[in-house]
T-cell receptor, first 110, second 115 residues
Framework: SQQGEEDPQALSIQEGENATMNCSYKTSINNLQWYRQNSGRGLVHLIL?????REKHSGRLRVTLDTSKKSSSLLITASRAADTASYFC??????????FGGGTRLMVKP | DGGITQSPKYLFRKEGQNVTLSCEQNLNHDAMYWYRQDPGQGLRLIYYSQIVNDFQKGDIAEGYSVSREKKESFPLTVTSAQKNPTAFYLC??????????????FGPGTRLLVL
């Protein structure tokens, strides 16, 4: 399967702490995206990082990409209860449709 | 209010019954997609369409059918041949197929349950 694999599968932290989620993938990518899904809702695109980029920021989100290790990480700083959701990585391979991993379920306790 | 709408939010299917899930977008996107999501799992692609009157099978098309008669609409029919239809179904769209490899916009989903 070409889909990414997120780690950990579940993460529970206190409000104000940072949350780090990791994604590993199998072959060379064009880009990698992170999406968020609130319970019982659709996915929302958070951020895209291209294969020639190493780090990208968007508000409290920081994404890194290590193509040598075929991995990416999503860091949410100063987490809030509203950040409670599932987070999915989606590696984009040339010639293939987008694939989604199983996700990391994040719970932020107030 | 632009976006993607899916209806109904919940759908119940009886044994041997075909059911149709609606997906409408007013984003003027050419490409549309249907995904299936099972508990604790990622999304699996059922069908996608890059333009009106054209659609392609995804990874798990068996037991499903689609049509794309209008740019705005991409309904999914779950047929009686789909033996395990209970899942959360998500519709998505993108400007075109190429853009869909960078950003997809998702509807709120339809949860299908078997009676």
């Amino acid at each position: 399967s070409q889909q990414g694999e997120e780690d950990p599968q579940a993460l529970s932290i206190q409000e104000g702490e940072n949350a780090t989620m990791n994604c590993s993938y199998k072959t060379s990518i064009n880009n990698l995206q992170w999406y968020r899904q609130n319970s019982g809702r659709g996915l929302v695109h958070l951020i895209l990082i291209r294969s020639n980029e190493r780090e990208k920021h968007s508000g409290r989100l920081r994404v890194t990409l290590d193509t040598s290790k075929k991995s990416s990480s999503l860091l949410i700083t100063a987490s809030r209860a509203a950040d409670t959701a599932s987070y999915f990585c989606a590696p984009s391979y040339a010639g293939n449709m987008l694939t989604f991993g199983g996700g990391t379920r994040l719970m932020v306790k107030p | 209010d632009g976006g993607i709408t899916q209806s109904p939010k919940y759908l119940f299917r009886k044994e041997g019954q075909n059911v149709t899930l609606s997906c409408e977008q007013n984003l003027n996107h050419d490409a549309m997609y249907w995904y299936r999501q099972d508990p604790g799992q990622g999304l699996r692609l059922i069908y996608y369409s890059q333009i009106v009157n054209d659609f392609q099978k995804g990874d798990i098309a068996e037991g499903y059918s689609v049509s794309r008669e209008k740019k705005e609409s991409f309904p999914l029919t779950v047929t009686s041949a789909q033996k395990n239809p209970t899942a959360f179904y998500l519709c998505a769209s993108s400007i075109d197929l190429s853009a869909g490899k960078e950003t997809q916009y998702f509807g709120p989903g339809t949860r299908l349950l078997v009676l």
